[in-house]
Each structure stands twice: as structure tokens, then as C-alpha cells.
């Protein structure tokens, strides 16, 4: 007989272990802590994805896909950005190794494609804008551009620079920013000034980071595990 699948949907660390000593190290003590048995695979891996249909109903709704607006989305796309450092508060600085990745979630009915990628040395900020740029360009390869489309990002500054227009008043100042200082990672906003410009029919919302989301809480266990595996 096989064994059992633990899955880990909320812990210390997330995913599907083998033993129950392995899960237990997980949620033993963790305030909120999600787990349950399964006896294949695939049962584990859905609930720790938590991909259920009332799930994606909670997660658009929180995004505010079924807003007043009458918008109603064909895919949602979900970004995230993260680093495991101080790089983006005054007098810290990002040392080489540290570790930082990205991930996007693409959600159209029940099928979904993630992706997600890690490099050392980089800014929360930078991750952030590699993942909103990654997923652009997912999109304009699949030709997905003109489909009705809702961004759900949990970053107020790559979302404010898209929706208060700020990256392209950048462009018109040369790159600088109201203070007059270099625009940072102004590589990653130039390409996704001109991917942009593909994109018609977007809308862009914020999320509270590590709410109760599935979008923005998967993307989230995406770029931590990429950042384990550094």
C-alpha cells in the first residue's frame, strides 16, 4: 500500500511531504497552520495550491475583478517580487548573495501557467518590476495582449508607476524622477514602457501582500521556493 501525502497549504514552510514528522516540523506551534493527509499526489498538490473554484471566486473578488466597473477579466495575472534583504531601506545595502526571485501566476478558468526565476544581489523593487515585465512578456508572445486583462500586484510602486503614469513622465524627463535623480532599474522600465504600449485593454488593482489571495499567496510560495533552491 502506498503511503500518505502530507500537504502544507500554511506553516513554517509549504509544499508535500513524505512523513508525518516532516509536515509536523512544519505546523507544530505555527499560528494558523493549514494540513491534511491525502493518498495520491494530486489530491496533496490541489489543496496545497488551494485550487478550488470557491478559492479563485474569494481571490477575484479580493482583487477587485468583479468591481462595479462591470470589467470582467479573461485572464488574471498575478506578480510578485521578493528578496531576502534590507536592500530597499535607508543605509542597508544588497550584498551579492543575497538571494531574491520572481514569480507570475496567469489564471483563465481552471487552467493556469506559473512562472518564476532568481538571480543574487537584487532589490525587492527590482523583483517586483522583472516579475510585471516577465509576465508582459509571456503575454505578447502568446498574443494574449488584447484579451481582457486584470494585473493583481500586492506592489503600490510598480502599480502606482503604471496607473498615476509616472513611468512615463520618466521618460519625458530623461529618466529622472521628480527630485531630478536617476530613475532605478530604468532598463526594466524602458522595456516595460514599450511592452505596455501592446496592452490595451489591461487593468491593474492592488492586493495586500500575504492576505488571504490565491493568486498573490501562490506567487508568493513560488519565489520563496526559488530562493531555497539558490
Avoid at 21 to 29: H, S, T
Avoid at 80 to 98: A, E
Avoid at 99 to 121: D, M, P, Q
Wanted: contains cysteine.
Amino acid at each position: 500500500m502506498a503511503g500518505k501525502f502530507y500537504a502544507v497549504a500554511s506553516g513554517r514552510k509549504t509544499g508535500i511531504f513524505k512523513t508525518w514528522a516532516e509536515c509536523q516540523a512544519q505546523v507544530k506551534g505555527f499560528s494558523g497552520a493549514r494540513y491534511k493527509s491525502f493518498q495520491t499526489l494530486e489530491e496533496a498538490q490541489r489543496f496545497v495550491d488551494g485550487k478550488t473554484e470557491q478559492k479563485l471566486k474569494t481571490s477575484l473578488k479580493t482583487s477587485g475583478a468583479e468591481a462595479s466597473t462591470g470589467f470582467k477579466p479573461e485572464i488574471v495575472i498575478y506578480t510578485d517580487g521578493g528578496s531576502r534583504n534590507h536592500g530597499n531601506r535607508l543605509g542597508q545595502h544588497v550584498k551579492s548573495n543575497d538571494k531574491a526571485a520572481w514569480a507570475f501566476l496567469a489564471v483563465k478558468g481552471e487552467r493556469e501557467v506559473a512562472k518564476s526565476g532568481s538571480e543574487y544581489g537584487a532589490t525587492n523593487n527590482r523583483m517586483e518590476i522583472m516579475a510585471f515585465r516577465n509576465a508582459l512578456m509571456w503575454l505578447d508572445y502568446y498574443r494574449l495582449n488584447d484579451k481582457r486583462l486584470l494585473f493583481v500586484l500586492d506592489s503600490k510602486y510598480v502599480l502606482d508607476a503604471v496607473t498615476k503614469r509616472w513611468l512615463f513622465s520618466w521618460a519625458k524627463k530623461g529618466w529622472k524622477t521628480a527630485s531630478g535623480e536617476p530613475v532605478k532599474n530604468r532598463e526594466l522600465w524602458e522595456e516595460v514602457l514599450e511592452l505596455l504600449k501592446k496592452f490595451k485593454n489591461a487593468k491593474y488593482v492592488w492586493t495586500k501582500g500575504h492576505a488571504d489571495n490565491y493568486g498573490n499567496n501562490k506567487v508568493d510560495r513560488l519565489l520563496n521556493e526559488e530562493m531555497d533552491r539558490m
